[in-house]
Structure formats: C-alpha cells, structure tokens
T-cell receptor
Framework: DARVTQTPRHKVTEMGQEVTMRCQPI?????VFWYRQTMMQGLELLAY????????DSGMPKDRFSAEMPDATLATLKIQPSEPRDSAVYFC?????????????FGDGTRLSIL | AQSVTQLGSHVSVSEGALVLLRCNYS??????LFWYVQYPNQGLQLLLK??????LVKGINGFEAEFKKSETSFHLTKPSAHMSDAAEYFC???????????FGKGTRLHILP
C-alpha cells in the first residue's frame, strides 16, 4: 500500500533550535496538509498545498513557522526558533484533489519535544 | 460553514458489547463524510467514507456507519467490541471541491474486559 512518509519520527531539541520536519506524500497526490495534534487543542490544520502552491497557512504562527514544497515528492515544515509550546505531534497528509470525494491519507507523524 | 460534533470525548464499552460513537455534522450542501481511527503513536487511518448512494457504509474491522440526512448524523457502530478497537475515532466532513476536511474533536474508545 502507498503511504505518506514522515521523518523524523521523533525529535527532541532545546528551545531556540531550528526544527525541520519532512513529508513524502503519496505518489500522484496533489494536495498536502500539515496538522498539529496536542492533548489540549486536538487536531489543528496548520497549512496546505495544492499542486505545490500554498493555499492556506492561516493556522500557522507565521513568525516562526514556514511550510514549503520544493518538489512534488517533498514537503517541509520548519520552526525557527522553536519554543516549548511547539511540543506536539505533527502530521502530514496527502490527497488527490481531482475527485472531490477522496479522503486524506496520513503519515505516522513526527513527535516533537522542545526542552 | 461546515462543522462536526462528536458526542462524548470518552466512551467505554465492555468487550463483546455494541459500540456506538455519535457524530453530527452541519453543512450547507450534501457532504462527504468520513470516520478515521487513530491507534497510539500512529497517524489517522481511514475507517470508512460516505460519498453518495447507499446510506449504510461498511468499513474495515467490522465497523459501519449510517448517513441520516434528516438527522444530520453519521454515527459509527460495531456489533461486538474487541480489545483491539481501543483507539481514538474522528468523524470528518468535506464539501465537494473543497480540499480541506473538517475534523471533529475525537472520541476515545475504551474497551473493558
């Protein structure tokens, strides 16, 4: 089965450090989503791309977060500088936008701990 | 605007008992509806989806859900709970031509031995 691949699976770093999370969407999918999951806030949409173009990043703190898609096989989410409140699980999901009824497919997430 | 309400952030059922997880949605147009399951330390996995046609939808692991337009509901059921069903379940809604899916806050299912 095709899968969304996220790296790293776990990241522990100190406050102030740059964090880069990577996502390889399912081949042929043209939408990519970044979510953050915490106990308090649940699942939050941070940003999403269609055909590599950013369409909505309103859920993302723009002063420290950035999301890009250098090519169709790679999406990145960066945090610089990181803060303890950024500790969460970050999920990437991809989908095929050509047909409106298609679900999103999720990766297994990056568990981020900022000390 | 679309929204999803899942009744009960935690539900406990005995092994072998009926599982019923409730989901109500609001949408200005006929929606696409989904149930996802999340096991510990994993991403969300699609259980089932409703798009058009038959309102009773069967999914993986013995789960099914029924789309009831008059009640704006899409409740998830399973006749007999198994210990392996313990997980968090998310109901979600999507409009045609919208890329984004709106997720509910999730219901954590506990299975009692």
């Amino acid at each position: 089965d095709a899968r969304v691949t996220q790296t790293p699976r776990h990241k522990v770093t100190e406050m102030g450090q740059e964090v880069t999370m990577r996502c390889q969407p399912i081949l042929g999918h043209n939408t990519v989503f970044w979510y953050r999951q915490t106990m308090m806030q649940g699942l939050e949409l941070l940003a999403y791309f269609r055909n590599r173009a950013p369409l909505d990043d309103s859920g993302m703190p723009k002063d420290r977060f950035s999301a890009e898609m250098p090519d169709a096989t790679l999406a990145t989410l960066k945090i610089q500088p990181s803060e303890p409140r950024d500790s969460a699980v970050y999920f990437c999901a991809s989908g095929a936008a050509q047909t409106g009824n298609q679900p999103q497919h999720f990766g297994d997430g990056t568990r981020l701990s900022i000390l | 605007a679309q929204s999803v309400t899942q009744l009960g952030s935690h539900v406990s059922v005995s092994e072998g008992a009926l599982v019923l997880l409730r989901c109500n949605y609001s949408s200005s147009v006929p929606p696409y509806l989904f149930w996802y399951v999340q096991y510990p330390n994993q991403g969300l996995q699609l259980l089932l989806k409703y798009t058009t046609g038959a309102t009773l939808v069967k999914g993986i692991n013995g789960f099914e859900a029924e789309f009831k337009k008059s009640e704006t509901s899409f409740h998830l059921t399973k006749p007999s709970a198994h210990m392996s069903d313990a997980a968090e379940y998310f109901c979600a809604v999507k409009k045609n031509r919208d890329d984004k899916i709106i997720f509910g806050k999730g219901t954590r299912l506990h299975i009692l031995p």
